[in-house]
């Protein structure tokens, strides 16, 4: 089926940093939300975003619906250990109303 | 609130052996859903629910049934399990429409042996 590329699997960085994250389509998407998953835990919502273009943010997150409907990003400022997990992005696609594709995952570490 | 519950949590069953896991949510959504979770895999689609009474396949459904016999309810079996099918399962559900923000269980943790 359809995929949303994300890479890389694993990033590592110390408490503090900025960090970004990719979610890349070769097909358009009419939704794109961006999940976190606590270890032992499902996935909690993070940013949902509907408008090609749209920058919205959620404390120290902030993610963009690419213009061209095809990415997304997610930015965590300052980060802190509590961001550990991993963050996964989701997509709608045009006429799968009914159905979210996945990205497999970023696991992420923040270092003290 | 509750949200989506799953039972049981964890979960050891001998090759062969069938079960049931249970979904419950309270938000009245109209859709569910089954994921399984593996290393590396992400989230994978077994089977979803758009209505009670209605079921269909996801990207991965092979060795499962679904049943969708109440609203708040939707239930994943495994008829014969395998050790393939050693997994986290994820139940979600959401309200339908173009704006589909999913919710989620806390998985049931299931070692097939």
């Known amino acids: 089926g359809q995929q949303l590329n994300q890479s890389p699997q694993s990033m590592f960085i110390q408490e503090g940093e900025d960090v970004s994250m990719n979610c890349t389509s070769s097909s358009i998407f009419n939704t794109w939300l961006w999940y976190k998953q606590d270890p032992g835990e499902g996935p909690v919502l993070l940013i949902a975003?509907?408008?090609?273009?749209e920058l919205t943010s959620n404390g120290r997150l902030t993610a963009q619906f690419g213009i061209t409907r095809k990415d997304s990003f997610l930015n965590i400022s300052a980060s802190i250990p509590s961001d550990v997990g991993i963050y996964f992005c989701a997509g709608q696609r045009p006429g799968a109303n009914s159905k979210l594709t996945f990205g497999k995952g970023i696991t992420l570490s923040v270092r003290p | 609130n509750a949200g989506v519950t799953q039972t049981p949590k964890f979960r050891v069953l001998k090759t062969g052996q069938s079960m049931t896991l249970l979904c419950a949510q309270d938000m009245n959504h109209e859709y569910m859903y089954w994921y399984r979770q593996d290393p590396g895999m992400g989230l994978r689609l077994i089977h979803y629910s758009v209505g009670e009474g209605t079921t269909a396949k996801g990207e991965v459904p092979d060795g499962y049934n679904v049943s969708r016999l109440k609203k708040q309810n939707f239930l994943l079996g495994l008829e014969s399990a395998a050790p393939s099918q050693t997994s986290v399962y994820f139940c979600?559900?959401?309200?339908?429409?173009?704006?589909?923000?999913?919710?989620f269980g806390q998985g049931t943790r299931l070692t097939v042996v």
């Open positions: 975003l509907y408008k090609a273009g």
């Open positions: 979600a559900s959401s309200y339908p429409g173009t704006a589909t923000e999913a919710f």
